[in-house]
């Protein structure tokens, strides 16, 4: 129990120690723990696709503005 709850803790679920559980309680623990790091991974590869697609987004909106201010020089 306390291995689990280390491993818990530190993000890093091991599946094998799912088959050294001793009882309901134990399996609901290691359940749930691997549910809430997989929820954590998740939710770090959106934020880091948000970031991509922002810095994507910002260095499109530049060249434009861009592209706008040397048409506008040349008129």
Not at 31 to 37: G, I, V
Not at 38 to 58: C, N, P, V
């Given at each position: 129990m306390?291995y689990?709850?280390?491993?818990?803790?530190?993000?890093?679920?091991?599946?094998v120690?799912?088959?050294n559980?001793?009882?309901?309680s134990?399996?609901?623990?290691v359940?749930?723990l691997?549910?809430?790091d997989?929820?954590?991974?998740?939710g770090?590869?959106?934020i880091?696709?948000?970031h991509?697609?922002?810095?994507?987004?910002?260095?499109?909106?530049?060249?434009?503005?861009?592209?706008?201010?040397?048409?506008a020089c040349?008129?």
């Amino acid at each position: 129990m306390d291995y689990m709850a280390q491993k818990g803790t530190k993000r890093q679920f091991d599946i094998v120690e799912l088959s050294n559980s001793t009882g309901i309680s134990d399996v609901d623990i290691v359940t749930t723990l691997f549910t809430y790091d997989m929820l954590a991974k998740e939710g770090k590869r959106r934020i880091l696709d948000s970031h991509t697609f922002h810095q994507a987004y910002r260095k499109l909106h530049l060249s434009e503005r861009s592209r706008r201010v040397n048409n506008a020089c040349f008129v």
